[in-house]
């Protein structure tokens, strides 16, 4: 399997993760809530993604499959650690931490606590994204491509 091909196959399961996402979240708006375990969403959505992106690449994998779907996944686990930094490092704004926190017991009350906090917050967003979605995106490749049979030329 080529880069190309690679990027490609990424690409499609990253759209298709988050549409599956957003469909889940339009259902149920609670499947986003991580109090009410909202990793729900994440998880169906990576196992579905994985599985047609599995049965679209199928002819393209089967050579050496075990390495075509590593590299998918490899390549996917990069894009989903810059994606979650991206969105929830958009959210490290100070003065509305402050805001929204005045009264909270146990809030933090300089933004050197906070900052440090956040950045252990952030790595721990990224391992636990990674730890859920790789092997059920290797699953979903896995099974989506051995599902479709190649097509010989």
């Not at 994204?129 to 059920?136: D, M």
């Amino acid at each position: 399997m080529e880069f190309g091909d690679v990027v490609y196959a990424v690409a499609t399961g990253s759209l298709l993760t988050v549409l599956i996402d957003f469909a889940f979240a339009s259902v149920s708006p609670s499947f986003l809530d991580l109090s009410e375990l909202g990793i729900v969403s994440g998880i169906v959505g990576s196992l579905i993604a994985g599985l047609i992106v599995g049965l679209i690449f199928a002819g393209k994998i089967a050579k050496d499959r075990i390495k075509s779907i590593a590299r998918i996944v490899i390549l996917g686990i990069v894009v989903l650690s810059f994606w979650t930094l991206a969105i929830n490092g958009a959210y490290t704004d100070y003065t509305a931490y402050q805001e929204s926190s005045v009264g909270h017991v146990g809030a933090y009350t300089t933004a050197w606590e906070w900052m440090s906090q956040m950045s252990y917050f952030l790595m721990a967003r990224v391992l636990l994204g990674v730890a859920i979605s790789a092997p059920l995106w290797f699953i979903g490749l896995y099974v989506g491509s051995m599902l479709s049979k190649p097509k010989t030329s």
